[in-house]
């Protein structure tokens, strides 16, 4: 059981609640706990995006250093790698 489902059942004024009660309030802290796991995996998949982005970044600077001659080509792999990566990001943050 997480602190917060603990604190709720320590009020200050130490009158006892009912089930009914402690049910709601458990219900809310195990929504809560839902909502804040939902949040942790889009800042994780954005993490990875954005690493895998500027990893990107730097294998097209090294492409262009070999091969100046595919800059166009080279950005516009990039660029749609980039993009796919921040479509999936943005329909996993419209999820639910």
Same mark, same amino acid.
Request: aromatic share 2%; glycine share 4%; hydrophobic share 45%.
């Given at each position: ?16 609640? +009912? *089930? $009914?009660?402690?049910? %709601?309030? #458990? ?8 909502? @804040? /796991?939902? =949040? ?16 990107? +970044? *730097? $294998?097209?600077?090294? %492409?262009? #250093? ?8 080279? @950005? /516009?792999? =990039? ?18």
């Amino acid at each position: 059981m997480s602190n917060i489902a603990r604190r709720s059942q320590t009020r200050p004024d130490r009158r006892p609640v +009912s *089930r $009914d009660v402690r049910r %709601a309030i #458990d219900a809310e802290h195990a929504d809560a706990l839902v909502e @804040a /796991a939902a =949040v942790e995996k889009i800042a994780y998949v954005a993490a990875i995006g954005l690493n895998y982005t500027a990893m990107l +970044s *730097r $294998d097209e600077e090294l %492409a262009n #250093d070999q091969a100046p001659h595919g800059v166009a080509r080279h @950005a /516009a792999i =990039v660029d749609a790698a980039a993009s796919g990566i921040a479509h999936r990001l943005h329909r996993l943050a419209l999820e639910r």
